[in-house]
Every structure is written in structure tokens, then in C-alpha cells.
């Protein structure tokens, strides 16, 4: 990249030649820069650098990446549960975040460990208190789609600073109430950013 930044435009023939390769070698190397828009190629003009930059690069292959594709099971508890219910599950699935469901399995609310904190410290009785007093409700919940860039959901959970989304698709009976399909986390993301760190090729 840098004899064709300094040199271009330049023929593979003569990058070869510079590097002490064969044409053959030097092809799919070339392939793949091109394709990842870091060089250009005109026919009988050679390579010339393109001026694309590698983030940019990272950030289209972000853009790919959908909610669908990493979405994991959500974490539930009926409305009807008591909180002191909703704290045993949040503890024994080992999540921060907790999705509330109506009995048609239709999401109603969020309750997180900072909600049961809250009502634990108030000294009031969890078991006798209905998950539904505590918990945010719709539609005050930041939810994504399935169809969403993974680089969207994550962006929500950063601006408006929560563990959990979750995720979502307009009920077929009211628009205006969601089934609940699976969650995304920072874990998600996590894994996410792992594994785009991990492939060889973007």
C-alpha cells in the first residue's frame, strides 16, 4: 500500500518487482485491497491507493452485522410475580436485566437489579410486592428490531446508558404492543467485537 501511496499508479508487475514477489504471489493480496477499497485498478493504468481508510472499513462491517443474527433468549417474569420472585430469577440466570410479560407473552416492562436494589433498601415486604409497581413500563422502554444493525443497538445501550435491550416485533393483534423475540447486551456487543477482531479478512 505504500509503494502504490507513493508510486501509484503503478502495475502489480512493477509492485512485484519491488517487493521480490511473482505476479502469482502478489494477486490475492492485491485482490483483497481492492476489494476492501483500500487500492483501485484501471486496466492498463495500474493500482493507485484509494484513500480508504481502515476504520472506515471495520465501521461498513459493523453496519452489517444484524440485532437477528446475535440476539440471545430473554430473561422473563410474568407481571403477576412478586418482586422478591424477580430477584431469585435475576440471580439465578445471572443477568442485570429482567423482561415483564402480560399472559399473552407480550412485553409490559423492565425491571432492573438497580429496581430491586431500590425496593430491598425501602424495607418493604418483595414478596407481597407485585414486580408490576416497580418495574419501567411501556411505552417508556428503549427497544430494537431484528432487522437492526447490531452498531444501532449498541449505540442505544450507550446513550441512554442500560444494560439490556429488548428485542422486538409489532404485535400482529396491536401495533402499538410488541412480542418479545430475545435481548441484546454489552455481553453481546462484547462478543460481537470479538469476533470481528478475530476474522481474517474484513
Do not use: W
Not at 14 to 42: C, F, K, N, V, W
Not at 119 to 148: D, F, H
Amino acid at each position: 500500500m505504500q509503494i502504490v501511496k507513493e508510486e501509484g499508479p503503478i502495475t502489480g508487475e512493477q509492485i512485484a518487482e519491488r517487493l521480490h514477489l511473482t505476479r502469482a504471489t502478489l494477486r490475492p493480496d492485491l485482490s483483497i485491497l481492492t476489494m476492501s477499497g483500500y487500492l483501485d485498478a484501471r486496466p492498463r493504468v495500474g493500482y493507485f491507493y484509494a484513500g480508504k481508510k481502515a476504520n472506515s472499513v471495520i465501521s461498513e462491517r459493523l453496519h452489517k452485522l444484524l440485532v437477528n443474527d446475535y440476539k440471545a433468549l430473554p430473561i422473563v417474569v410474568q407481571e403477576s410475580a412478586s418482586a422478591y420472585d424477580a430477584t431469585v430469577t435475576l440471580f439465578l440466570e445471572d443477568v442485570g436485566t429482567l423482561f415483564v410479560v402480560n399472559q399473552k407473552g407480550l412485553l409490559v416492562g423492565v425491571v432492573s437489579r438497580k429496581d430491586l436494589l431500590r425496593a430491598a433498601i425501602g424495607n418493604k415486604a418483595l414478596e407481597e410486592m407485585p414486580v408490576s409497581i416497580i418495574m419501567s413500563r411501556m411505552p417508556n422502554i428503549i427497544t430494537c428490531l431484528p432487522g437492526e444493525s447490531l452498531y444501532s443497538a449498541a449505540k442505544k445501550l450507550i446513550d441512554f446508558q442500560i444494560d439490556s435491550l429488548p428485542v422486538v416485533r409489532e404485535s400482529e393483534q396491536d401495533p402499538r404492543q410488541f412480542e418479545l423475540l430475545g435481548r441484546i447486551t454489552k455481553t453481546t456487543i462484547a462478543k460481537a467485537f470479538v469476533e470481528l477482531g478475530e476474522e481474517s479478512e474484513v
